[in-house]
């Protein structure tokens, strides 16, 4: 009897070490007894149905899964504190579990979508281990499905934790007294009705085969024991990397262009705010981020976070030495903020009435379902606060791992450059700059609240340097850190542009509260924030008294001296114009040389229009309609490449129609940059979901050719020349002429 039980109890113990093994990401130990729970069970029913004729086990194992399974799903919800029915939380964990498991952020919280998937796992290995270990015999084979049910949870752990050195020894050990315990029984079993000389060549033969297994081993350590010493020191793969985590809409991608919105609508209440600084500055301003922005093209600042799903309790960060933490706690109820951020106090520790996203870079929060009126969660954070003394000495970082936010993107304007390196000249050291900087920008510049949006080169080399009676020299935040942040990296300083709120304490947080500011970041000190904004009574001093761009030199002037006439010389008479031996003026010929030139060339414009607007019939309007959505597909690809933004060749459809649609937002930003583009065409919605649906027809040509229908194709069309027309539409004005005649489409290759 002790050896029966032996082998169904080991196999509940390697299946328990399995979930300490992927325990080791997970907060609490509640996954650790939920999959021993599953382990326990698959045996128990293994075990009792054994007798049972085997069709009849699986079955039932599975009846008394779904019964545990809603048990676990149960106390997991309410350990989160989720609301909802238990169908309605079984069938959103059954689709997303796996998802939420590999893109959740570490420690991740075991909530019903978490714990599944390691539920369903361990019981079928509980089941399968079972069935063929006790009712087949087969200790041996029966222990695989436990060692791959363990090698999954290392595997998904990966390089997130410490090496599980004493669960796999553990495991081992399980599986060497399982194998012991079913081996004497069968050997007494095997040879105690058998003649003394037939014991004896059983015994014999056992032997030689033990030794052959030795030698077999043997052989495999001696193989394998330098592959596997050699990835020892090696870093796993971490699967999330193949799993993409949410990403960040267009709106919140670039929260810095709501800010002129915001302040033109200053009452608009966003949120209601209840802050509790647990006695540590009663009073003062309390800071809420709603986006980092550390990505700058010369066009668009961006936030480029990478998000993943987290539970209720937030990875934490080591505080800066000697910096000063206060713990600020914040419930937040949504009123008539839109998108995905969520404001929050720099940094998170603990959200909770909110599934939310997180990126530990930045430490700012989204929401992946997207804000509605009435959300309300609460925040914990640790707002920390470093130490002013030290900043005057501080140095700032250097190498590939700040690349990113020290990157000037090309064409910056001359203006600029010279302006940051005389504020630079004049003062060495980091922090001495960056107040440099802030201090300028703050007595030479006017805030207003009726200041166009725009960051782009163009609109910040206006904001900087234009004429103040035509709207120069003023801006909102927006204009104010974004030129703070650029000059700063001119200057070499890591920088980065934060949008978020101004809060005095409890109550309504409303539009006319939404600010921008940017962040300089010092070694040992971290992000530090500054202030370059005007204070509300001061006038700024014209620009010109401390800095005047270097006028351009006019070229030298390249006029030939006056002939000298000798005394004497009558002077020359204008006789007719010169005629050639034939009879032909000089002049009659240049002007039939250059009409004929520009006959050559009208005629070869209005060729390659004709070519060019036949190449789009024949893709859009003739053959199938798979042929024609492939045309149509190639209409806007040729409209990307047309607009100085070639796609690449290892794209899939939907990166495409992403790709095309950030084109067209990025001509639109410059094209309200430079006032190319009439109001009707800056439309945020002129290209709306079109190159998606476009992308997803491509798709279905790709896998179910014959399933496109006509109208489906008219649609196709219909996309293309949407979407290339309005590429058109903003560019430059040189551009939009050239564009039906330049000759790429013609031979350009599928």
């Known amino acids: 009897m002790l050896r029966a039980a032996s082998v169904p109890a080991a196999l509940v113990g390697m299946i328990a070490l399995a979930g300490v093994a992927l325990d080791r990401v997970y907060a609490g130990t509640l996954l650790t007894g939920v999959v021993a729970g599953a382990a326990v069970g698959a045996a128990l029913v293994g075990v009792a149905a054994r007798r049972l004729p085997s069709w009849l086990v699986a079955p039932l194992s599975v009846a008394a899964m779904l019964g545990y399974t809603a048990l676990a799903l149960r106390l997991a919800a309410r350990r989160a504190e989720l609301t909802g029915g238990l169908g309605q939380i079984a069938v959103d964990a059954a689709g997303n579990g796996v998802a939420r498991l590999l893109t959740a952020m570490i420690p991740v919280e075991p909530t019903p979508d978490t714990v599944l998937v390691p539920l369903v796992a361990a019981w079928l290995a509980g089941l399968a281990g079972v069935e063929v270990a006790v009712r087949a015999g087969r200790v041996l084979l029966g222990c695989l499905p436990p060692a791959l049910l363990y090698v999954g949870a290392v595997y998904v752990v990966g390089p997130n934790a410490e090496p599980a050195s004493w669960p796999t020894l553990a495991f081992a050990g399980l599986a060497a007294v399982a194998l012991v315990a079913s081996a004497p029984g069968a050997v007494g079993e095997s040879t105690s009705r058998l003649a003394p000389q037939a014991r004896a060549a059983a015994r014999a033969a056992r032997v030689a085969t033990t030794a052959v297994g030795l030698a077999v081993v043997a052989a495999l350590v001696a193989v394998l024991a330098p592959v596997v010493a050699g990835q020892v020191d090696d870093r796993p793969v971490d699967p999330r990397r193949y799993v993409e985590p949410p990403r960040v809409e267009s709106l919140d ?120 009126p009435g959300l309300r969660y609460t925040v914990v954070s640790a707002r920390e606060r470093p130490d002013v003394n030290l900043l005057a000495t501080a140095d700032v970082p250097a190498g590939p791992e700040v690349a990113r936010v020290l990157r000037v993107a090309d064409g910056a304007p001359e203006p600029m450059r010279r302006l940051a390196t005389q504020l630079a000249e004049e003062n060495g050291a980091p922090y001495a700059r960056a107040t440099a900087i802030e201090q300028f920008l703050a007595e030479h510049y006017r805030a207003v609240p009726d200041a166009p949006s725009g960051h782009a080169y163009p609109n910040l080399g206006f904001f900087l340097f234009g004429p103040r009676d035509a709207g120069g020299q003023r801006g909102t935040s927006e204009q104010f850190a974004a030129a703070f942040a650029v000059l700063g990296r001119l200057t070499g300083l890591p920088t980065r542009v934060v949008v978020g709120f101004s809060a005095t304490g409890s109550g309504p947080v409303r539009a006319a509260d939404a600010f921008a500011w940017p962040e300089v970041l010092f070694d040992g000190l971290g992000w530090v924030a500054f202030d370059p904004l005007p204070r509300p009574d001061d006038e700024p001093r014209p620009v010109e008294e401390d800095f005047r761009p270097a006028p351009e030199d006019p070229p030298p002037s390249e006029a030939p001296e006056p002939a000298v006439t000798p005394p004497g010389t009558p002077p020359a008479v204008a006789g007719p114009p010169r005629r050639d031996p034939a009879g032909v003026s000089t002049v009659a010929l240049v002007g039939a040389g250059a009409g004929g030139l520009l006959l050559v060339v009208a005629a070869a414009l209005l060729t390659l229009a004709g070519l060019r607007r036949r190449l789009t019939r024949r893709r859009l309007d003739r053959g199938d309609p798979a042929d024609r959505v492939a045309g149509a597909w190639r209409e806007v690809t040729d409209a990307v490449r047309l607009a100085g933004r070639p796609v690449g060749d290892d794209l899939a459809a939907t990166e495409v129609a992403a790709h095309a649609h950030r084109v067209l937002a990025d001509a639109r930003a410059g094209a309200r940059a430079g006032r190319q583009a009439s109001t009707r065409d800056l439309s945020p919605d002129a290209d709306g979901p079109g190159v998606a649906e476009l992308a997803a027809l491509v798709n279905q040509v790709a896998f179910a050719p014959g399933g496109v229908t006509g109208t489906q194709a008219d649609r196709a069309a219909e996309i293309a020349r949407a979407h290339a027309a309005a590429l058109r539409a903003v560019q430059p004005r040189w551009r939009r002429w050239c564009w039906p005649v330049r000759p790429g489409p013609l031979r350009w290759r599928p």
């Not at 922005?293 to 990478?306: F, K, N, P, Q």
């Not at 951020?341 to 998170?348: E, I, S």
């Open 253 to 372: 991608e670039n929260p810095l262009i709501r800010i002129s919105g915001w302040a033109l609508r200053p009452e608009q209440k966003l949120f209601d705010l209840t802050a509790d600084r647990g006695g540590a500055d009663g009073g003062g301003e309390v800071r809420l981020r709603l986006g980092v922005l550390s990505d700058y093209d010369g066009v668009t600042w961006r936030v480029g976070a990478t998000y993943r799903n987290a539970g209720r309790v937030l990875p934490a960060v080591e505080p800066a030495p000697g910096s000063r933490v206060d713990t600020v706690r914040q419930e937040v109820t949504v009123a008539g903020l839109s998108g995905r951020l969520l404001p929050a106090v720099a940094t998170p520790r603990a959200v909770d009435g909110a599934r939310v996203a997180y990126d530990p870079a930045s430490g700012t929060l989204i929401r992946p379902e997207g804000l509605t």
